[in-house]
Protein backbone atom coordinates (compact mmCIF):
# COMPACT_ATOMS: atom_id res chain seq x y z
CA UNK A 1 0.00 0.00 0.00
CA UNK A 2 1.22 3.32 -0.79
CA UNK A 3 1.26 6.60 1.70
CA UNK A 4 -1.10 8.14 -0.53
CA UNK A 5 -3.54 5.06 0.01
CA UNK A 6 -2.79 4.77 3.56
CA UNK A 7 -3.70 8.41 4.20
CA UNK A 8 -7.40 7.88 1.69
CA UNK A 9 -8.10 5.43 4.20
CA UNK A 10 -8.44 7.96 7.26
CA UNK A 11 -11.41 8.84 8.18
CA UNK A 12 -10.12 12.65 8.07
CA UNK A 13 -12.55 15.49 6.48
CA UNK A 14 -10.40 18.94 6.32
CA UNK A 15 -11.91 22.01 7.63
CA UNK A 16 -13.77 23.92 4.74
CA UNK A 17 -10.98 26.87 3.73
CA UNK A 18 -13.29 29.79 2.94
CA UNK A 19 -12.64 32.24 0.31
CA UNK A 20 -11.01 35.72 2.19
CA UNK A 21 -9.74 33.87 5.45
CA UNK A 22 -6.11 33.25 6.53
CA UNK A 23 -5.08 29.62 7.79
CA UNK A 24 -1.44 30.47 9.75
CA UNK A 25 -0.05 27.25 9.40
CA UNK A 26 3.23 25.20 10.83
CA UNK A 27 4.89 22.98 7.99
CA UNK A 28 7.33 21.40 10.41
CA UNK A 29 11.37 21.38 11.02
CA UNK A 30 11.94 20.45 7.39
CA UNK A 31 11.49 17.13 6.24
CA UNK A 32 7.96 16.22 4.46
CA UNK A 33 7.46 13.34 6.79
CA UNK A 34 6.48 16.32 9.77
CA UNK A 35 3.90 17.57 7.43
CA UNK A 36 0.53 17.21 8.87
CA UNK A 37 -2.57 15.83 7.46
CA UNK A 38 -4.18 19.31 8.39
CA UNK A 39 -1.57 21.18 6.67
CA UNK A 40 -1.12 19.25 2.89
CA UNK A 41 -4.91 19.72 2.97
CA UNK A 42 -5.02 23.33 3.48
CA UNK A 43 -1.97 22.96 0.57
CA UNK A 44 -3.98 21.40 -1.50
CA UNK A 45 -6.95 24.07 -1.33
CA UNK A 46 -4.82 27.85 -0.83
CA UNK A 47 -5.31 30.25 -3.60
CA UNK A 48 -2.47 31.35 -2.19
CA UNK A 49 1.04 30.20 -0.35
CA UNK A 50 2.99 32.65 1.46
CA UNK A 51 6.03 30.74 2.80
CA UNK A 52 9.28 31.13 4.70
CA UNK A 53 12.79 30.11 3.59
CA UNK A 54 12.47 27.66 6.32
CA UNK A 55 10.22 25.43 4.38
CA UNK A 56 11.21 23.43 1.67
CA UNK A 57 10.17 23.90 -1.56
CA UNK A 58 8.93 20.37 -2.31
CA UNK A 59 5.64 21.28 0.30
CA UNK A 60 5.13 23.69 -2.71
CA UNK A 61 3.97 20.74 -5.00
CA UNK A 62 1.23 20.06 -2.49
CA UNK A 63 -0.27 23.43 -3.35
CA UNK A 64 0.19 22.83 -7.62
CA UNK A 65 -3.30 25.45 -7.74
CA UNK A 66 -1.91 28.06 -5.66
CA UNK A 67 0.90 31.17 -6.57
CA UNK A 68 3.63 31.03 -4.44
CA UNK A 69 5.21 34.00 -2.78
CA UNK A 70 8.05 33.83 -1.24
CA UNK A 71 9.09 36.33 1.35
CA UNK A 72 11.87 34.84 3.26
CA UNK A 73 12.33 35.37 7.05
CA UNK A 74 15.77 33.59 7.38
CA UNK A 75 18.09 34.95 10.57
CA UNK A 76 20.91 37.30 8.76
CA UNK A 77 19.85 37.48 5.05
CA UNK A 78 17.13 39.69 2.76
CA UNK A 79 13.68 39.39 4.50
CA UNK A 80 10.22 40.69 3.44
CA UNK A 81 9.70 43.28 6.37
CA UNK A 82 6.69 42.12 8.93
CA UNK A 83 4.68 45.02 8.03
CA UNK A 84 4.54 44.26 4.41
CA UNK A 85 3.48 40.56 5.32
CA UNK A 86 0.81 41.50 7.34
CA UNK A 87 -0.44 44.02 4.42
CA UNK A 88 0.00 41.25 2.29
CA UNK A 89 -1.86 38.75 3.75
CA UNK A 90 -4.92 41.31 4.61
CA UNK A 91 -4.73 41.98 0.35
CA UNK A 92 -4.88 38.62 -0.63
CA UNK A 93 -7.83 37.72 1.73
CA UNK A 94 -9.47 40.92 0.53
CA UNK A 95 -9.20 40.01 -2.63
CA UNK A 96 -11.45 36.79 -1.84
CA UNK A 97 -8.73 34.37 -1.88
CA UNK A 98 -7.83 31.39 0.45
CA UNK A 99 -4.59 32.42 1.61
CA UNK A 100 -1.95 29.98 3.52
CA UNK A 101 0.96 31.76 5.46
CA UNK A 102 3.32 28.89 6.05
CA UNK A 103 6.48 28.95 7.85
CA UNK A 104 9.09 26.59 9.32
CA UNK A 105 8.20 24.40 12.25
CA UNK A 106 5.19 26.03 14.24
CA UNK A 107 3.76 29.09 13.29
CA UNK A 108 3.26 30.72 17.29
CA UNK A 109 6.79 28.86 18.37
CA UNK A 110 9.25 32.06 17.44
CA UNK A 111 7.13 32.07 14.15
CA UNK A 112 5.81 35.50 14.51
CA UNK A 113 2.02 33.31 14.15
CA UNK A 114 0.95 35.54 17.14
CA UNK A 115 1.94 39.12 15.31
CA UNK A 116 0.44 38.03 12.21
CA UNK A 117 -3.03 36.86 13.84
CA UNK A 118 -3.34 40.43 15.33
CA UNK A 119 -2.91 42.04 12.72
CA UNK A 120 -5.46 40.29 10.68
CA UNK A 121 -7.92 40.61 13.57
CA UNK A 122 -7.13 44.23 13.66
CA UNK A 123 -7.99 43.99 10.08
CA UNK A 124 -11.47 42.19 10.44
CA UNK A 125 -9.64 39.16 8.70
CA UNK A 126 -10.92 35.88 9.86
CA UNK A 127 -8.16 33.26 10.26
CA UNK A 128 -7.33 29.95 12.29
CA UNK A 129 -3.66 27.90 13.45
CA UNK A 130 -2.97 25.40 12.05
CA UNK A 131 -0.02 23.85 14.67
CA UNK A 132 3.31 22.22 13.05
CA UNK A 133 5.67 20.03 14.47
CA UNK A 134 8.25 22.51 16.07
CA UNK A 135 11.70 22.57 14.96
CA UNK A 136 12.98 21.60 18.31
CA UNK A 137 11.25 18.07 19.07
CA UNK A 138 11.45 17.13 15.41
CA UNK A 139 14.89 18.26 15.64
CA UNK A 140 15.42 16.06 18.89
CA UNK A 141 13.43 13.33 17.57
CA UNK A 142 15.59 12.85 14.34
CA UNK A 143 18.97 13.29 16.27
CA UNK A 144 18.15 11.01 18.72
CA UNK A 145 17.85 12.95 21.88
CA UNK A 146 14.99 12.62 23.87
CA UNK A 147 12.93 15.77 24.71
CA UNK A 148 12.78 14.39 28.17
CA UNK A 149 13.43 11.15 30.37
CA UNK A 150 12.32 10.42 33.21
CA UNK A 151 15.46 10.80 35.88
CA UNK A 152 16.83 13.37 33.83
CA UNK A 153 15.02 16.15 33.62
CA UNK A 154 11.83 17.29 34.88
CA UNK A 155 11.22 20.32 32.49
CA UNK A 156 12.72 21.84 29.09
CA UNK A 157 13.56 25.45 27.92
CA UNK A 158 13.11 26.48 24.83
CA UNK A 159 14.34 29.93 23.89
CA UNK A 160 15.75 32.24 21.45
CA UNK A 161 19.26 33.48 21.00
CA UNK A 162 19.11 35.89 18.25
CA UNK A 163 19.04 38.90 21.13
CA UNK A 164 22.50 37.67 23.03
CA UNK A 165 24.35 40.47 24.02
CA UNK A 166 21.72 42.75 23.44
CA UNK A 167 19.60 44.92 26.19
CA UNK A 168 16.58 42.68 25.26
CA UNK A 169 18.68 39.49 25.77
CA UNK A 170 17.39 36.89 28.60
CA UNK A 171 18.83 36.15 31.37
CA UNK A 172 20.99 33.08 31.13
CA UNK A 173 22.30 32.91 34.41
CA UNK A 174 18.42 32.13 35.35
CA UNK A 175 18.33 29.62 32.64
CA UNK A 176 21.23 28.15 34.11
CA UNK A 177 20.05 28.06 37.58
CA UNK A 178 17.11 25.90 36.31
CA UNK A 179 18.94 22.97 35.75
CA UNK A 180 17.09 21.41 32.74
CA UNK A 181 17.76 21.30 29.26
CA UNK A 182 17.78 24.24 26.55
CA UNK A 183 17.10 24.66 23.23
CA UNK A 184 17.87 27.52 21.03
CA UNK A 185 16.70 28.66 18.18
CA UNK A 186 18.00 31.23 16.03
CA UNK A 187 21.50 31.34 18.05
CA UNK A 188 24.35 30.28 16.29
CA UNK A 189 25.95 33.49 14.91
CA UNK A 190 25.87 34.08 18.78
CA UNK A 191 26.78 30.38 20.09
CA UNK A 192 30.35 31.30 22.15
CA UNK A 193 28.46 34.50 23.66
CA UNK A 194 25.75 32.47 24.96
CA UNK A 195 27.83 29.18 26.39
CA UNK A 196 30.24 31.59 28.37
CA UNK A 197 26.87 33.14 29.52
CA UNK A 198 25.52 29.72 30.31
CA UNK A 199 28.92 29.13 32.38
CA UNK A 200 29.05 32.28 34.20
CA UNK A 201 25.35 31.56 35.29
CA UNK A 202 26.69 28.71 36.76
CA UNK A 203 27.01 25.36 33.95
CA UNK A 204 29.73 23.39 33.96
CA UNK A 205 31.96 23.38 31.28
CA UNK A 206 31.35 19.95 30.38
CA UNK A 207 27.63 20.01 30.23
CA UNK A 208 26.81 18.23 27.07
CA UNK A 209 25.71 20.34 24.41
CA UNK A 210 24.90 19.34 20.33
CA UNK A 211 24.15 21.36 17.35
CA UNK A 212 21.16 19.87 15.28
CA UNK A 213 21.63 21.25 11.59
CA UNK A 214 18.94 21.20 9.23
CA UNK A 215 17.37 18.65 11.03
CA UNK A 216 14.75 16.11 9.54
CA UNK A 217 16.04 16.52 5.87
CA UNK A 218 18.73 14.57 3.82
CA UNK A 219 21.35 17.23 4.62
CA UNK A 220 20.69 17.17 8.56
CA UNK A 221 24.45 17.38 10.68
CA UNK A 222 24.41 16.38 14.30
CA UNK A 223 27.71 17.84 16.56
CA UNK A 224 28.18 16.67 19.75
CA UNK A 225 30.44 18.24 22.22
CA UNK A 226 31.00 20.00 25.70
CA UNK A 227 29.12 23.34 26.20
CA UNK A 228 32.87 25.29 26.66
CA UNK A 229 34.07 23.74 23.06
CA UNK A 230 30.83 23.97 21.16
CA UNK A 231 31.36 27.04 19.48
CA UNK A 232 34.69 26.08 18.42
CA UNK A 233 33.68 22.77 17.07
CA UNK A 234 30.84 24.39 15.08
CA UNK A 235 33.26 26.64 13.80
CA UNK A 236 35.94 23.85 12.35
CA UNK A 237 33.31 21.51 11.48
CA UNK A 238 31.53 24.26 9.24
CA UNK A 239 28.15 24.48 11.04
CA UNK A 240 25.95 26.90 10.18
CA UNK A 241 21.98 28.03 10.81
CA UNK A 242 19.40 27.13 10.34
CA UNK A 243 20.16 24.82 13.38
CA UNK A 244 19.53 24.07 16.69
CA UNK A 245 21.52 24.21 19.73
CA UNK A 246 21.06 21.76 22.66
CA UNK A 247 22.65 22.32 26.19
CA UNK A 248 21.71 19.34 29.13
CA UNK A 249 22.19 16.25 30.15
CA UNK A 250 19.69 15.04 27.57
CA UNK A 251 22.48 14.97 24.87
CA UNK A 252 24.26 12.90 26.69
CA UNK A 253 21.44 10.32 26.45
CA UNK A 254 21.99 10.01 22.35
CA UNK A 255 24.45 7.68 22.50
CA UNK A 256 23.12 5.24 24.95
CA UNK A 257 19.60 5.21 22.96
CA UNK A 258 20.49 5.34 19.80
CA UNK A 259 24.36 3.36 19.43
CA UNK A 260 23.89 3.55 15.24
CA UNK A 261 23.40 7.04 15.61
CA UNK A 262 26.04 8.20 17.54
CA UNK A 263 29.11 8.13 15.19
CA UNK A 264 29.99 12.08 16.37
CA UNK A 265 32.88 12.63 18.69
CA UNK A 266 31.85 13.50 22.10
CA UNK A 267 34.87 15.53 23.94
CA UNK A 268 36.61 13.68 26.56
Not at 11 to 36: K, Q, R
Not at 117 to 133: D, N, S
Not at 138 to 144: C, D, Q, S
Not at 170 to 186: F, H, N, R, S
Request: with cysteine; glycine share 12%.
Amino acid sequence: MSVADAVARLPYAPPPFEPGHVWLAGAGPGGLGCLTLEVAAALQAADVVIYDALVDPAVLQAACGARHLYVGKRGGEPSTPQDTINRLMVAEARAGRRVLRLKGGDPNTFGRGGEEALALAAAGIPFRFLPGVTSAFGALAAAGIPATMRGVNKAIVLATGHAAGTPEDLDWAALAGTGQPIVIYMGMRNLEAIAKALMAGGLSGRTPAAILMAATTAGERVLVARLETIAERARAEGFRAPALIVVGDIVGQRRALAPRQACERMDA
